[in-house]
C-alpha cells in the first residue's frame, strides 16, 4: 500500500508504507546523440502533444503485430524534456524527443536486445554495439507485445518506464512492486506518426515508474498531478 498524494487534492487519502516525493534540485542534462530537442513547456496533468508538423522519416514497419505504426508514437516533448538524460534508449525511433547517449531503432539496423547475447546488450546502428550495466540508466517504452521480455533484459539498470497506468496486464505486477517511485499522468497525448491523425484511441492513464526515485525531476512532479513513493521488492 502506499501513500498518495495528489496536487488537485490538498487532503489526500494517506496509505501507509511510502511518503510523496517533494521537489528535488535542478539537473543539468549532459551531451547526448542525435538532434537535440528543448522546448519550454509547462501545465499539470494533462500532457499536450509537442508539435502538429508530421516529420518525413521512416516508420518502423516490422514487429509481430504487422502494424506498421507500432512504436511509431512518440512520447510528447513536455514530457521528454523534464526527464533527466539517459545513456540508452533502447526502443526508439528516428522522431524521439528523449534525451539518450545511445539510442536503438530498427530503422537503422538497430536492436535493443543485442541479438540476446547477454541482459543489457544491445546494438545501436548497424556497427556500435554495448552492455547497459547496473547504474545505466534506461529510458523504457517498449511495444506492448515485448514489455516483459524487455523488462527483464533491463531490469539489472537504473531504468525508467513509461507505460499505462493499468493493473490488468501480466507484466504490471512485475514492474510495479520493482519501482521505487510512480508519477500517474491524469492524460498523455501521444505524438502520432507521419499520416495518422491524432486520437489514437488511448484511454489509459500512463504512468512513469522509476526504479530510484531519485532519478525522477522537478519538471517531472510539476506534470504529474500524482506521485508516491514505495519500498521495491526484490
Given at each position: 500500500m502506499t501513500n498518495v498524494v495528489s496536487r488537485y487534492q490538498p487532503h489526500s487519502r494517506k496509505i501507509?508504507?511510502?511518503?510523496?516525493?517533494?521537489?528535488?534540485?535542478?539537473?543539468?542534462?549532459?551531451?547526448?546523440?542525435?538532434?537535440?530537442?528543448?522546448?519550454?513547456?509547462?501545465?499539470?496533468?494533462?500532457?499536450?502533444?509537442?508539435?502538429t508538423e508530421a516529420p518525413r522519416e521512416t516508420v518502423n514497419v516490422r514487429g509481430g503485430s504487422k502494424d506498421p505504426n507500432r512504436g511509431a508514437?512518440?512520447?510528447?516533448?513536455?514530457?521528454?524534456?523534464?526527464?533527466?538524460?539517459?545513456?540508452?534508449?533502447?526502443?526508439?525511433?528516428?522522431?524521439?524527443?528523449?534525451?539518450s547517449l545511445y539510442r536503438c531503432m530498427l530503422e537503422d539496423g538497430g536492436d535493443g536486445f543485442g541479438g540476446q547475447a547477454a541482459p543489457g546488450s544491445?546494438?545501436?546502428g548497424r556497427d556500435l554495439y554495448g552492455e547497459a550495466h547496473g547504474a545505466t540508466r534506461v529510458f523504457l517504452q517498449p511495444p506492448y507485445s515485448i514489455v516483459e521480455k524487455a523488462f527483464r533484459h533491463y531490469q539489472h539498470t537504473r531504468w525508467v518506464a513509461l507505460l499505462r497506468f493499468d493493473p490488468r496486464p501480466t507484466w504490471f505486477d512485475e514492474i510495479y512492486w520493482r519501482a521505487e517511485?510512480?508519477?500517474?499522468?491524469s492524460e498523455?497525448?501521444?505524438?502520432?506518426?507521419?499520416?495518422?491523425?491524432?486520437?489514437g484511441g488511448n484511454s489509459f492513464p500512463h504512468a512513469l515508474?522509476?526504479?530510484?526515485?531519485?532519478?525522477?525531476?522537478?519538471?517531472?512532479?510539476?506534470?504529474?498531478?500524482?506521485?508516491w513513493r514505495k519500498k521495491p521488492r526484490g
Open positions: 501507509p508504507g511510502s511518503s510523496f516525493l517533494s521537489p528535488l534540485g535542478e539537473r543539468t542534462p549532459g551531451n547526448y546523440l542525435q538532434q537535440q530537442n528543448r522546448a519550454t513547456t509547462g501545465g499539470v496533468g494533462k500532457v499536450p502533444a509537442a508539435s508514437w512518440c512520447t510528447p516533448q513536455a514530457v521528454a524534456d523534464a526527464l533527466p538524460e539517459f545513456g540508452i534508449d533502447p526502443f526508439s525511433n528516428p522522431r524521439s524527443h528523449i534525451k544491445y546494438r545501436c517511485l510512480v508519477c500517474v499522468f498523455i497525448e501521444f505524438e502520432s506518426p507521419p499520416g495518422v491523425s491524432k486520437g515508474y522509476y526504479r530510484r526515485a531519485e532519478d525522477v525531476t522537478p519538471d517531472v512532479l510539476k506534470l504529474a498531478p500524482i506521485a
